[in-house]
């Protein structure tokens, strides 16, 4: 690794923002990021409808999720030479502090200019690989799916976004088009649990029981539900030929 590439490496978030105790805890500003994503459909809605609908605002938010994921998954390509390196300085990080890497790094204070950098989305990959070393291998099931979902699922999810949200297309469409995204999400995601406890990696790196609940459990259930939800909604949308099911 270059002098240049250490460097870089030094200003994330464990060694830079905490200590300077300047900027915006990171996972605040991903709190942040999603919101300013999801605001424009809830408001296009209350513009074009005059209305608020929980089904639709919950989807906005899963699809303003799913965008930021997203950059974050492309970062894991372009930053998957260094993933392994950062990944045993978490590790290292957590047999000197006690700290559980994810947590710090969901704690560390930043600008939002540094939040957004590839670097900082390389680092997400890197924390999460001292639970999941599958992220510091370039041949695992998990690092290749999650880079395809990074590159090949922003453009159908900005899709539905709108279709939710303003119907500019049949209902018929937005339902198909929603059938074989959520399937995806919803198998994938399934498949990423089967695969995680299969290779026993549960057992990996002194784990803790509450970060496997939470970020393996929790976190990626997000996308099981919302796609088995998302089937549904889809189902609906193709058999009724409206958008009744999103309240118009």
Known sequence: MSGGESGADRK????????????????????????????????WRW?????????????????????????????????RDHIGTRAEHWRRRRRETGRIPAIEFLTSRMPLRRFLSPMVGGDVWSAYSTI????????????????????????????????????????????????MLFWQWAYVSSLYWVGFFVAGRQGQHHVSRGELVFFVGVLNAIWVLFGVFGMYVSIRLILEGGYGILGY
């Open 132 to 179: 999941d070393p599958s992220y510091s291998d370039r041949g695992s099931l998990a690092f290749n799916v999650d880079i395809g979902n990074g590159f090949v699922t922003p453009l159908p999810t900005l899709f539905l976004y709108a279709a939710y949200t303003a119907g500019f297309v049949p209902a018929v469409v937005a339902g198909i088009v929603g059938a």
């Open 12 to 43: 994330t978030p464990d060694s830079g923002g905490r200590g300077t105790g300047s900027g915006v805890p990171a996972g605040l500003l991903a709190g942040l990021v999603i919101a300013v994503l999801a605001l424009p459909g809830v408001g």
């Open 47 to 79: 513009y074009l409808h005059g209305d608020f609908n929980v089904v639709h605002a919950l989807f906005t938010l899963f699809f303003s999720t799913n965008l930021l994921i997203c950059y974050w998954e492309m970062c894991l390509y372009f930053r």
